[in-house]
Antibody, heavy 121, light 110 residues
Framework: QLQLQESGPGLVQPSETLSLTCTVSGEFITSGFYYWGWIRQPPGKGLEWIGSLFHSGSTYYNPSLKSRVILSVDTSKKKLSLKLSSVTAADTAVYYC?????????????WGQGTLVTVSS | QSALTQPASVSGSPGQSITISCTGTSSDIGYYNYVSWYQQHPGRAPKLLIYEVNNRPSGVSNRFSGSKSGNTASLTISGLQAEDEADYYCSSYTSTITLVFGGGTKLTVL
């Protein structure tokens, strides 16, 4: 059974770069043709798609975040990573990694538990 | 890209049916049959309920159903139960190869 686990610093200084990792267990990242997604949710607010990454490395980003975000995959370490630069308080959110059960871009069956990142000095 | 439009809240009594709407544009909901719905209980990760407008993943109750007409998608929950009280989000693939979520709807079971 696929399991996803997000991790990273719970507190990031404004203007710095937020770096998160999604550890994949139960399957190899390269075991299929999947779009791995990152989604965030500010406290008390709705979901926002950050971007998706195909296992080969192709990336797709939310236009509103595209200039600040980089998604990547380290297949040998079974990890996905998200880097968001020049963060502000508006980037405070629970960050999720997710994946569909099949090769599909538009929905996610599997989700991590999420990790809360607070941007504050 | 703009978020899809959902009502902020809906409510219903146990046993009743409710419908949550999700309105987009001809570049997202109206263009593709790639609409999904998620249920989220407080403090939990979202759970996929419906994908590609009207398909249920294995294990999701058949009380949940989806449909689409034009630029508006809908989620219907029949035989409302107390455990259905949660937030519900729609999502759609877009013509620019992105995903967009709705603002979310809080369902209260009276």
């Amino acid at each position: 059974q696929l399991q996803l686990q997000e991790s990273g610093p719970g507190l990031v200084q404004p203007s710095e770069t937020l770096s998160l990792t999604c550890t994949v267990s139960g399957e190899f990242i390269t075991s299929g043709f999947y779009y791995w997604g990152w989604i965030r949710q500010p406290p008390g607010k709705g979901l926002e798609w950050i971007g998706s990454l195909f296992h080969s490395g192709s990336t797709y980003y939310n236009p509103s975040l595209k200039s600040r975000v980089i998604l990547s995959v380290d297949t040998s370490k079974k990890k996905l990573s998200l880097k968001l630069s020049s963060v502000t308080a508006a980037d405070t959110a629970v960050y999720y990694c997710a994946r569909p059960a099949v090769t599909s871009f538009d929905y996610f069956n599997y989700w991590g538990q999420g990790t809360l990142v607070t941007v504050s000095s | 890209q703009s978020a899809l439009t959902q009502p902020a809240s809906v409510s219903g009594s146990p046993g009743q049916s409710i419908t949550i709407s999700c309105t987009g544009t001809s570049s997202d909901i109206g263009y593709y049959n790639y609409v999904s719905w998620y249920q989220q209980h407080p403090g939990r990760a979202p759970k996929l309920l419906i994908y590609e407008v009207n398909n249920r993943p294995s294990g999701v109750s058949n009380r949940f159903s989806g449909s689409k007409s034009g630029n508006t998608a809908s989620l219907t929950i029949s035989g409302l139960q107390a455990e259905d009280e949660a937030d519900y989000y729609c999502s759609s693939y877009t013509s620019t190869i992105t995903l967009v979520f709705g603002g979310g709807t809080k369902l209260t079971v009276l």
